[in-house]
DNA sequence: GTCTATAGGAGGATAGAC
DNA sequence: GTCTATCCTCCTATAGAC
């Protein structure tokens, strides 16, 4: 029972890393990151300072850690959610979904706590990060570029992108209600806004096999 | 000289306090509210800190000062941009004009604070603002709502509004010309994709005297 | 891994001389 | 109005016992 050499994979205490960052996302969600005292995120998840230090090595490897997996939450929702979707429109609304989801679900603080409180990282932390938000921005960019190829929208697609995921991420100010009630009616709403359409003839557009440049609709 | 009681409007030393007001909001917009310490402010004055409590009683009060005159510009700079404008797509163009020059011209610093550190306020020192900052968004409501009647948008104005203004905030983070040189070319870009359709299709909606809600065009 | 205790400094704000 | 000097609280982080 002891000495268990091959599976013995060395876990630093994971669990407790975990809450200590997701107190720590909630805490400066909340307060803003220099607004929030290690002793606060303490308090929060019943540690004393001194041991949150043994977990991690300084405040600022905490932020990192809660933009990091704000970066790694978001990109598996979107792969999720874009997987079979081939239709630009079906993109689109794939796309939407899943970050009002982001930004106002359960984790919602993370996702906040990204946007909000980059610039206090590092430029390093910073360096270490950006790769793998690009991989999130170019998602974005490749399905504005659908829609722009399919005439959907008139703008280029990067000044698209520009108005449609601030207006999202602006959500979590007037969106109030319980995670998961705004669903249908929301998402379409949002996307037709986009498209400066009707509601209902965005979802007539969607359900019609329109021009979809990616094939394999049977 | 001495005693001349109805010209002495006991002004206490108004250009110090401007002084004190504009660097705050410049340390506040890019170290943030928490992150900005009154001893910085101070040496950016070149005054100690104990001269910055002399003209304000606490660090609220200057970030209240700082938005509160970020509130005041902002209407200052709507009102005369819509003033004589009577068409709908006018009045989009004037207010998007507007609002992509207070994000960022000259006083950016000043807007930055206001939307980024809105939060940071005390309950009471919000309520003082509230009345003011509503009106701002009242402008922006009516303007929606008369693009609304005249089917230039099909989305609820409100719906609008949280598409339309959180993409102008977000300039700031793109756009990285001088203050005056993005003018004409990004302000009619942002109309036309707010409006999706091709820079050009607007132009040509925006000169033609179109159905026009407020008459007065000769 | 967790704690108590504390270092060492920066924070907002004040007292009182000039 | 401005300064120097200071108060006291809070901060991040560490030392070392258990």
Chains 1, 2 share one sequence.
């Not at 980059?118 to 504005?144: F, P, V």
Request: glycine share 6%; proline share 4%.
């Amino acid at each position: 029972m002891l000495n268990s050499p091959a599976t013995k994979k060395k876990r630093r205490s994971p669990v407790r890393r975990e809450d200590i960052v997701d107190a720590a996302a909630k805490l400066f969600s909340e307060g803003g990151y220099d607004g929030t005292s290690v002793r606060t995120i303490a308090g929060e998840v019943g540690l004393s300072v001194a041991s949150i230090f043994h977990h991690v090595a300084s405040k600022e490897e905490l932020l990192e850690a809660v933009i990091q997996r704000g970066i790694e939450l978001g990109m598996a929702d979107i792969d999720a959610a874009l997987k079979g979707k081939t239709t630009p429109l079906g993109r689109l609304r794939a796309l939407v979904h899943a970050h009002i989801h982001l930004v106002n679900g359960d984790r919602r603080h993370i996702h906040r706590v990204w946007t909000v409180e980059w610039l206090k990282l590092s430029e390093s932390a910073r360096a270490r990060l950006e790769m793998r938000s690009a991989e999130y921005r170019d998602i974005i960019q490749d399905t504005m570029r659908l829609l722009f190829d399919n005439e959907h929208i008139f703008a280029e697609p990067g000044l698209s992108g520009h108005l449609l995921m601030p207006a999202l991420n602006w959500t979590r100010t007037w969106i109030h209600s319980p995670p998961d009630k705004c669903d249908r009616e929301l998402v379409d709403s949002i996307c037709a806004a986009f498209l400066n359409l009707p509601v209902d003839e965005f979802r007539k557009r969607l359900n019609s096999v329109e021009g979809c440049a990616s094939g394999m609709t049977p």
